[in-house]
C-alpha cells in the first residue's frame, strides 16, 4: 500500500484494488493484495486534517464470525440547569409531611429514599449514550454530527462548506480535548481511581484487570511457612562428618601468583580492590 502511482514495472502476483480518485481526479495511491477479489468495494471519504489526499474506505468480502457491536450506555444529564432545579425541589420539599410519627425506621427510610429517586427521575433525566469500541472519550455528539456533514458536503462536491467543516472541526476537536484534560486534572484531585481509568482507556490499556480462573496454589500457611523455616528449633543436630570433603589441601605458590600477575593488563582501571582485574 502506498504511492504507486509512478512504478516502472508490472508487479506479478498482485492485484490493484484501489479504483476512486484519491487526490483531485487522479489514483495516486495504490494497494496492492496478493488475493483477487479480497475487497468487494472501494469507497471515497473526505480526507483527514489538513491532508489532500481522500480517504480510501476498502470492504472485504470476508465477513468474520464474530463482530463487536457498539453498546448503549445510560447517564444521566447533569447539566447546571437541571441540578439547580433539583436542588430548587429539595429545598421546598416539606420533609415532615411525608413520614409520619408512628412509621419505623425502615418504612421512613424507604419513603424519602423513594421521593429523593422520584425527584432525580424527574430534574435530572437519563439519556442512551451509543459507544462505539473506537470512539475517543473527548468525541462529543456535535463533533459527530459536524464529521456527518463533512462527509455530505464530499459527496456533493461543495468544496466551501467542505472547507469551512473541516476548520470548525478542527478548533472544535482541540477546545474538547482541553476540556476533557481540565476534567481528567480534576478527577485526580477528588477521586484518582477513576481518573485513572480514564487515563487507561485514553492510552488502549484494558480498564478490568483479567483474573484468572485457576487456583492459587499459594495460601497464607504456605506463606507463614516459608518465612518461618529458620525460626524452628531442630528436633536433632544433622551429623555433617559424613560431609566433610577429603580433597587435598590448596597449594599456592609464588611462581603461579607472579605469572598471574604479569599477565594483567596495566591499562585497564583498577577495581574497588586496587587491583586490576
Known sequence: MGDFNQLPFKLDGYYQTVKTATRNNHTLDKCYIRIKDAFKQCHQLANLSDSDHF?????????????????????????????EDLKAAFDITIWDNLVSADDDIDKRTEIISDYINFCTDLCLPQKSIRMCTNQKPWITKQIQEMIGH??????????????????????????????????????LAKEPAKAWTDIKKISGLPTNATTSNKPNPFTSDDLNTLFTRYEKPLSEKPDITNNISTAPPLEIKEETVLKQLKGLNSRKGPGPDGLIS
Request: proline content about 4%; some cysteine.
Open 150 to 187: 463533512k462527509q455530505d458536503a464530499h459527496k456533493s462536491g461543495n468544496r466551501k462548506l467542505y472547507n469551512k467543516l473541516k476548520r470548525n472541526i478542527k478548533n472544535a476537536m482541540k477546545l474538547a480535548k482541553e476540556n476533557y484534560s481540565h476534567k481528567i486534572q480534576r478527577k
Open 55 to 83: 480517504i480510501t474506505h476498502l470492504i472485504p468480502t470476508y465477513t468474520p464470525l464474530s463482530k463487536v457491536k457498539p453498546t448503549r450506555i445510560t447517564r444521566r444529564a447533569y447539566t447546571e440547569q437541571n441540578c
